[in-house]
């Protein structure tokens, strides 16, 4: 390990031109991907990793300190895929780098509002990206709506199999959810426990009201009866998107008219509908490292900020809810000023 330090990773990478110089920082099949994602671009530089025999085909220069690379001054930006990347964030921007973070829902709202305020009054460039909104069946369906292949998604409902109260996965549902039908949420009620004759049943049932009238209802039970994952997406003009999701994969099933919740899982296990593919998760990391390296040449902030901000706000809320045994909360009630107040990059 130790002789890889100084010692560049083989393989041929773009000559990189006059322009932002990239550090990514973290470890994993992610930082690999994007690894190669930001060399395509041209713009990476520096790879700080604990492994670097992952990052063996990539010419860049490796490093072992994340500290090292904030402080380096050919390093203009910086990329990172930790968990809580909180504190690496406040560093970096204190050193005037520019910052990616891959899983911007690891941040608080209040973490993430105050990274947007210190980025806005340094000038420099903060994209919080956030996987949910990146799901291959999200990018789809939005698709699918914007060209009116499938209408106006007006109601949502999510199934799982989870043995968790509030799990990780039932939060990643509920922000699913508010992804699909992509408008301001209202409020959200959260509530988890044991229930019916079977006391050994764990349940989460979440419902999320939109401004508009919309709603979305998420629900997990410890009980095997579901897939995986099946969501269910109701929209104006009479179309049912089911998205089902079994041992990691993905597919998407679409209906004429309003197919209910209590569809038979034989029935989607044939090609009932129009099976709809989806791109690989590949071409949306591509997509996210584009569209910094799109901001990063203009110098503007990223539109997914508010999204971003929204979804810690719901989590929050949820958060709150649980304690509250189930009471509705507002999302109003975690927002901030970033949005109203945060000037052009």
Do not use: W
Request: glycine content about 6%; hydrophobic content about 40%; aromatic content about 4%.
């Amino acid at each position: 390990m130790d002789a890889l330090r100084n010692e560049p990773v083989r393989a041929c990478a773009p000559s990189r031109a006059q322009g932002p110089q990239l550090a990514l920082i973290g470890g994993g099949r992610d930082t690999v991907q994007l690894a190669k994602q930001f060399a395509n671009l041209g713009i990476l530089a520096v790879i700080c990793a604990d492994d670097l025999q992952e990052f063996r085909d990539i010419e860049v220069t490796p490093l072992h300190a994340a500290e090292n690379v904030v402080d380096r001054p050919d390093v203009t930006a910086v990329a990172i895929t930790h968990e809580n990347p909180a504190n690496l964030i406040r560093r970096a921007l204190s050193h005037g780098k520019d910052m990616y973070v891959h899983n911007g829902l690891g941040l608080s709202a209040d973490e993430a509002e105050e990274a947007y305020a210190s980025a806005s009054r340094q000038r420099r460039v903060l994209m919080l990206a956030n996987p949910t909104s990146q799901h291959p069946a999200v990018q789809k369906l939005r698709q699918l709506g914007s060209v009116g292949a499938l209408g106006k998604i007006v109601f949502v409902q999510v199934e799982r199999i989870s043995t968790v109260e509030l799990s990780a996965s039932h939060l990643e549902d509920i922000l699913t959810a508010v992804a699909l039908i992509n408008d301001k949420p209202l409020d959200v009620a959260c509530s988890t426990g044991i229930s019916g004759e079977q006391l050994h049943v764990n349940n989460s049932v979440s419902s999320v009201r939109f401004a508009d009238g919309r709603a979305a209802f998420v629900f997990a039970s410890s009980v095997a009866t579901l897939n995986d994952c099946r969501i269910i997406a109701h929209a104006n003009n009479n179309r049912t998107a089911i998205i089902r999701e079994v041992e990691g994969k993905i597919r998407l099933h679409l209906f004429d008219g309003r197919v209910q919740a209590e569809v038979p899982h034989v029935v989607l296990e044939e090609n009932v509908g129009s099976v709809i593919g989806l791109d690989a998760a590949e071409v949306h990391l591509q997509r996210l490292c584009r569209e910094f390296f799109e901001h990063l040449k203009l110098r503007s902030i990223p539109g997914s900020a508010s999204e971003t901000l929204q979804l810690l706000r719901v989590t929050e809320a949820c958060q709150r809810s649980r304690h509250l045994n189930g009471g509705h909360v507002t999302i109003e009630s975690f927002r901030g000023s970033f949005e109203e107040n945060a000037p052009a990059v």
